[in-house]
């Protein structure tokens, strides 16, 4: 089975701080996604990642970057930790290829923003 | 852009009830469709899935029906059992061409079945 694993379950952090989320995933996949669950607005995409490298801008970047050194490890940086950023955060990935490829998800990062 | 409409929970049935839950969506192009759960304290995991049109995704006693003409996904189960209680995502990917396996997420719906 494919294994994400988000580093934290449960983080809290004040006002300015920079906050690092590190996600690994252990089946070689090309792509890695980085969202946040909000109540009554569902998942949106903040980052993905179609190789080592690369990265693109999803839905909601901004206050947002990320970093992939590595195939199996994808970060998501909060340069400047915002009251608003507190939230539920989300690492995926899949398989490069077709439409169908499912996405994997971790069990999720509790993140308050103080 | 592609977008993902869902009905809002929660959804409170008694358990040996029939499920629905409806899903309608805008894309371009010939998406997939997906259904994920997500269980209490954990991170969504795929339910079933359909890539083209009339496709019908099962799994665990769930279904759905890729309806093109109606743009429509709708979720059913015939009897649904209190450890199905989750929330419930409708999903689609990569309607055009250059954005595939990037999903869409509908706001998500809670199903609540008691006893």
Same mark, same amino acid.
């Given at each position: ?114 | ?37 997500? /269980?209490?304290? *954990?991170?969504?995991?795929?339910? &079933? ?8 995704? #099962?799994?665990?006693? $769930?279904?759905?029906? /890729?309806?093109? *003409?109606?743009?429509?996904?709708? &979720? ?8 199905? #209680?989750?929330?419930? $995502? ?26």
């Amino acid at each position: 089975d494919v294994k994400v694993t988000q580093s934290s379950r449960y983080l809290v952090k004040r006002t300015g701080e920079k906050v690092f989320l590190e996600c690994v995933q252990d089946m070689d996949h090309e792509n890695m996604f980085w969202y946040r669950q909000d109540p009554g607005l569902g998942l949106r995409l903040i980052y993905f990642s179609y190789d080592v490298k690369m990265k693109e801008k999803g839905d909601i970047p901004e206050g947002y970057s990320v970093s992939r050194e590595k195939k199996e490890r994808f970060s998501l940086i909060l340069e400047s930790a915002s009251t608003n950023q507190t939230s539920m955060y989300l690492c995926a990935s899949s398989a490069r290829g077709a439409r169908s490829s499912p996405l994997h998800f971790g069990n999720g990062t509790r993140l308050t923003v103080t | 852009g592609d977008s993902v409409t869902q009905m809002e929970g929660p959804v409170t049935l008694s358990e040996e009830a029939f499920l629905t839950i409806n899903c309608t969506y805008t894309a371009t192009g010939y998406p997939s469709l997906f259904w994920y759960v997500q /269980y209490p304290g *954990e991170g969504l995991q795929l339910l &079933l899935k359909a890539t083209k049109a009339d496709d019908k995704g #099962s799994n665990k006693g $769930f279904e759905a029906t /890729y309806r093109k *003409e109606t743009t429509s996904f709708h &979720l059913e189960k015939g009897s649904v059992q209190v450890s199905d #209680s989750a929330v419930y $995502f409708c999903a689609l990917s990569g309607g055009r061409t250059g954005t595939a396996s990037k999903l869409t997420f509908g706001t998500g719906t809670r199903l609540q079945v008691t006893l």
